[in-house]
T-cell receptor
Framework: DGGITQSPKYLFRKEGQNVTLSCEQN?????MYWYRQDPGQGLRLIYY???????QKGDIAEGYSVSREKKESFPLTVTSAQKNPTAFYLCASSIEAGGLNEQFFGPGTRLTVL | AQSVTQLGSHVSVSEGALVLLRCNYS??????LFWYVQYPNQGLQLLLKYTSAATLVKGINGFEAEFKKSETSFHLTKPSAHMSDAAEYFC???????????FGRGTSLIVHP
């Protein structure tokens, strides 16, 4: 079955640590996205990538970094510079970026800072 | 710039009652509009999308939405609510080109027995 996988489902981090969230898709989609979800705030775009080896900052990129070395993979690193990282993180992909192309979402990773 | 407003962070209905979730958009060009559903601790799933082919769009699970340009609205409806419809619903707007969709803040649908 084609889809998007995210791991781990739950992640705990100590203050000052960097952590990396995994996102893999086998849909052969060019575009991939990372969103942060907080209660009552909807989805906020962190980074997106329209093609391999290229990515752009979203609305809340500070304290986060990404890479896109392979079409299937778009890992997100939450750095110690992110002051309030506790949130639900969603990865998504689409055939191409934007337009009428719907996004396919992974199951999410819930990050908690201890 | 484009934006989406979802009126009501929570909507409560009785099982069997009409479901109406409101979405208004702002766009300087013809928009593409989407409704997604999110069940607890899961990712989002597409319910339906408007791409200008027809103003009344039918989606999965008995949901439909009507695009009204004059009202800049794309409200989501379902004639009869089921307990299984309890979830968070998100409206999103996009446009042609590589524009990244903008999401509303979401509406939590509560269904009472």
């Amino acid at each position: 079955d084609g889809g998007i996988t995210q791991s781990p489902k739950y992640l705990f981090r100590k203050e000052g640590q960097n952590v990396t969230l995994s996102c893999e898709q086998n849909l052969n989609h060019d575009a991939m996205y990372w969103y942060r979800q907080d209660p009552g705030q909807g989805l906020r775009l962190i980074y997106y990538s329209q093609i391999v080896n290229d990515f752009q900052k979203g609305d809340i990129a500070e304290g986060y970094s990404v890479s896109r070395e392979k079409k299937e993979s778009f890992p997100l690193t939450v750095t110690s510079a992110q002051k309030n990282p506790t949130a639900f993180y969603l990865c998504a992909s689409s055939i191409e970026a934007g337009g009428l192309n719907e996004q396919f979402f992974g199951p999410g990773t819930r990050l908690t800072v201890l | 710039a484009q934006s989406v407003t979802q009126l009501g962070s929570h909507v409560s209905v009785s099982e069997g009652a009409l479901v109406l979730l409101r979405c208004n958009y702002s766009s300087s060009v013809p928009p593409y509009l989407f409704w997604y559903v999110q069940y607890p601790n899961q990712g989002l799933q597409l319910l339906l999308k408007y791409t200008s082919a027809a103003t009344l769009v039918k989606g999965i699970n008995g949901f439909e939405a009507e695009f009204k340009k004059s009202e800049t609205s794309f409200h989501l409806t379902k004639p009869s609510a089921h307990m299984s419809d309890a979830a968070e619903y998100f409206c999103a707007v996009s446009r042609g080109g590589s524009y990244i969709p903008t999401f509303g803040r979401g509406t939590s649908l509560i269904v009472h027995p």
